[in-house]
């Protein structure tokens, strides 16, 4: 293995086992993997940048060639000031490929010397997505399969704290 490194960026609010899936499959490509945590996304989060890199941190923390980290601005930018010569994302289904065709062909015009990357899901999270995550896990729905035992108390945790403040505005 020829020693690259690959960049895998994204919001990851929070990482899921889909995520997880494309993290481990690159690191087995390239030598290094830099999951970038984007700190400023134009979508509103549930998690905070630091708790989003923390909850990706502990569920690769068993795989020595992966790192994950904060960054803002454009993701080519990061990819230079890392020494990434690959970015990576997933594709889960038709409908990803569109938008991840746009914004490829968007980072190659910025930055010719990256090259892209697109892995296809496994089959068994091609329907996961971070808001579905999220929308069960608020509705109290079991997503035990879905993502690592932490970012399952996190999720938890999360409700639960909703749940306070819709109980607390109720009786203002």
């Known amino acids: 293995m020829k020693d690259i490194i690959a960049l895998y ?3 990851f609010d929070p990482v899921h086992n889909g995520h997880l899936d494309i993290a481990f499959r690159a690191a087995k490509l390239w030598s290094r993997v830099i999951v970038a945590v984007y700190d400023t996304p ?3 989060l549930m998690f905070d940048t630091a708790t989003r890199v923390a909850l990706f941190t502990q569920a690769v923390k068993d795989w020595s060639n992966i790192e994950v980290r ?3 601005g454009l993701t080519v930018e990061f990819a230079r000031e ?3 010569q690959v970015m990576v994302r997933g594709l889960r ?3 990803d490929f569109e938008y991840e065709y746009q914004i490829a062909l968007t980072n190659k015009q910025l930055a010719p010397e990256i090259e892209f990357c697109a892995l296809m899901t496994s089959q068994a999270y091609s329907f996961l997505s971070s808001s ?3 929308e069960v896990a608020l509705l109290h729905g ?3 399969d879905m993502c690592p035992p932490h970012v399952v108390d996190a999720l938890r945790a999360q409700a639960l704290s909703r749940q306070v403040v819709e109980a607390t505005a109720k009786r203002i």
């Open 132 to 134: 579905i995550l999220k």
């Open 142 to 144: 079991d997503v035990n």
């Open 70 to 72: 904060a960054y803002r």
């Open 82 to 84: 890392v020494g990434a």
């Open 42 to 44: 134009s979508k509103s």
């Open 93 to 95: 289904a038709i409908s």
């Open 9 to 11: 960026p994204g919001t």
